[in-house]
């Protein structure tokens, strides 16, 4: 231990300016309570946890989606198809399917709901340079449930010439299990690195759910790894007691919506509610099929986060990485900082970063 004055013999000590001394004194003071302070012990053992970010942000287009999206594009020619549609909310999976329809010189038709073409103008203008024709949707909630709607509606009546790019692991079968597979990368991927790095398992798989394409990747390729906790992160918006929010597991029912029966928010009625999300990529009353079977069973655990816990997620994360998360998987981030006190000490974390944000940064503030 040093004397005092912070010398180890004849080395150490303080050689600064006067004016900093008073600025050392406070920190010695401080250092001295909360190396003794129990606390501030169990805070620095939760940063001492190991959080892997599983980094889907620097893919191609800045978002997972391409990994589903070149695979169903593949499909399309395959079965003769000359033209794409899809649906999109936060316009990442717009971005990549106009994308993969320009690689492939495909027509694209790119459906969006007037509030996200606001909320997400860059994206929009990305489309738009990538050759696809955006389609505003001026009904509903005018959000991604009515842009998915509407491609629903094109499909039926465009069938034969015309492949439906589903963006997230929703929709009638085939789709759930298709984008599954094609999104199990971040999965396969993030088991054979942690292995490589840790030489052993994670402790806790974490992503954000609104249809659930990011999470269920992940989380797939662990399924039968019981001792992996998997935790997806839900957008609880203003809260579960305002009713404004897109929590269709941790507040939702059983019932059907788009093609498929999974958890869906919905009234007395029957009737689909609207959903709130800040995240305009979790604005969605619904979500996977397997995700609702994965709580069914117990195998994940699913939780939600607000609005402004993801702004402050998306903050945290920029501030202490130097990454800009999406707001979508902000959820994620935050969930971490959340749940501080139930990580012990050595765990490994893998965090999908499911997109990058400079989408979302008019958003922020």
């Known amino acids: ?62 978002a997972h989606k391409i990994n589903n999206t070149l695979a169903q594009v593949i499909l399309a020619v395959r079965m003769g198809k000359k033209r ?71 499909w039926v009546t465009n069938v034969r ?59 797939y390729p662990f399924f039968n790894d019981k001792n992996v906790k998997m935790i997806g992160v839900e957008a609880a918006g203003l809260g579960l007691a305002s009713g404004k929010h897109s929590a269709s597991l941790g507040a939702g029912a059983s019932g059907v919506l788009h093609g498929s029966k999974s958890k869906i928010l919905e009234d007395q009625f029957g009737q689909i509610k609207n959903a709130h999300s800040v995240a305009a990529g979790l604005d969605y ?8 079977y994965y709580q069914q069973i117990g195998r994940a655990k699913y939780v939600s986060i607000t609005d402004q816990e993801a702004l402050d997620g998306f903050k945290l994360l920029s501030l202490i990485e130097g990454i800009i998360p999406a707001l979508e998987s902000a ?14 000490k050595n765990s490994l974390v893998i965090v999908c970063l499911s997109g990058r944000g400079d989408k979302d940064l008019h958003e922020s503030y």
């Open 331 to 344: 959820h994620a981030i935050a969930y971490l900082k959340k749940a501080r006190k139930t990580i012990k």
């Open 1 to 62: 231990m040093p004397d005092k004055t912070g010398h180890f013999g004849d080395f150490g000590g303080r050689f600064v300016p006067e004016t900093l001394i008073y600025a050392l004194d406070e920190l010695a003071k401080e250092y001295a309570r909360a190396k003794h302070d129990k606390k501030f012990i169990r805070d620095l053992n939760y940063y001492l946890a190991k959080i892997y970010l599983k980094r889907e942000d620097l893919l191609h287009t800045g």
């Open 285 to 292: 009353p619904g979500v996977g099929p397997e995700h609702a």
């Open 84 to 154: 794409l549609i899809a649906e999109t909310g936060a316009g990442q999976h717009g971005v990549a399917t106009a994308t993969v329809a320009a690689l492939f010189g495909l027509s694209c038709d790119i459906y969006m709901g007037q509030e996200d073409i606001h909320r997400q103008a860059l994206n929009v203008m990305r489309m738009k340079l990538l050759g696809a024709n955006v389609i505003s949707v001026g009904t509903g909630t005018q959000t991604l449930k009515d842009a998915m709607t509407q491609a629903l509606r094109d």
């Open 161 to 219: 010439n015309t492949h439906y790019v589903i963006g997230t692991a929703a929709g009638p079968h085939p789709y759930p299990e298709m984008v599954r597979n094609f999104q199990s990368v971040i999965g396969k991927e993030a088991r054979k690195q942690i292995l490589k790095k840790e030489k052993r398992l994670p402790d806790y798989l974490v992503a954000c759910v609104g249809g659930g394409s990011n999470a269920i990747g992940l989380f």
